[in-house]
């Protein structure tokens, strides 16, 4: 078995995150390994944002912007607050749309989904962990205005990165014959 599937295959959602981050080098690396998701056209459809520090209280008060005092389910401006403080990192990935003719908008937001996952493989093999998250909060133009996207971008996650606290148990995956068929059958 090769190093990249021993990865993905034991690949997991790391929720529980702590310092340190990875370093600018480390960096470097991951978005060298998001550049070659598959990209039609080689439009480049995407963009990253890396935000630590007091960047993270920063992005706590947009999400804390939010908050519906109308809507008795919307969650509390604290609770969107310390949100952005699980992890000492946080990327947002963005897909940028750019009217190709022959490249239709879904293509461009699968291609910045593929290279979301790349970082996160290759953060791993490099002993880091991480956490894609999305949900409402990903997809609120309120959101999407404070990070100061343009109007033809849009996140695609937002992927909390650090060093684990603790291992996880490994979690069973289905056997592919459950989800895999032969056409036509």
């Given at each position: 078995?090769t190093?990249?599937?021993?990865?993905?295959?034991?690949?997991?959602?790391?929720?529980?995150?702590?310092?340190?981050?990875?370093?600018?080098?480390?960096?470097?690396?991951?978005?060298?390994?998001?550049?070659?998701?598959?990209?039609?056209?080689?439009?480049?459809?995407?963009?990253?944002?890396?935000?630590?520090?007091?960047?993270?209280?920063a992005?706590?008060?947009?999400?804390?912007?939010?908050?519906d005092?109308?809507?008795?389910?919307?969650?509390?401006?604290?609770?969107?607050?310390?949100?952005?403080?699980?992890?000492?990192?946080?990327?947002?990935g963005?897909?940028?749309?750019?009217?190709?003719?022959?490249?239709?908008?879904?293509?461009?937001?699968?291609?910045?989904?593929?290279?979301?996952?790349?970082i996160?493989?290759?953060?791993?093999?490099?002993?880091?962990?991480?956490m894609?998250?999305?949900?409402?909060i990903?997809?609120?133009?309120?959101?999407?205005?404070?990070?100061?996207?343009?109007?033809n971008?849009?996140?695609?996650?937002?992927?909390?990165?650090?060093?684990?606290?603790?291992?996880?148990?490994?979690?069973?995956?289905?056997?592919?014959?459950?989800?895999?068929?032969?056409?036509?059958?």
């Amino acid at each position: 078995m090769t190093d990249v599937i021993s990865q993905i295959l034991n690949r997991s959602s790391e929720p529980r995150l702590e310092s340190p981050a990875p370093g600018a080098s480390v960096l470097d690396t991951v978005f060298k390994c998001a550049a070659r998701a598959p990209d039609h056209a080689l439009l480049r459809p995407w963009r990253y944002l890396v935000i630590e520090g007091d960047g993270l209280d920063a992005l706590g008060e947009v999400f804390a912007r939010t908050a519906d005092a109308a809507n008795p389910t919307a969650l509390p401006v604290e609770k969107l607050q310390g949100m952005t403080r699980r992890a000492p990192m946080i990327i947002v990935g963005i897909a940028s749309h750019h009217g190709h003719p022959k490249v239709p908008p879904i293509e461009e937001t699968l291609s910045a989904g593929c290279g979301m996952a790349y970082i996160l493989l290759a953060l791993e093999a490099q002993g880091f962990a991480g956490m894609w998250r999305t949900g409402s909060i990903a997809y609120n133009p309120v959101i999407a205005e404070g990070l100061g996207l343009a109007p033809n971008e849009s996140i695609v996650g937002f992927l909390y990165v650090g060093t684990p606290v603790s291992e996880k148990p490994a979690i069973d995956r289905p056997d592919p014959d459950a989800f895999v068929s032969r056409w036509p059958g």
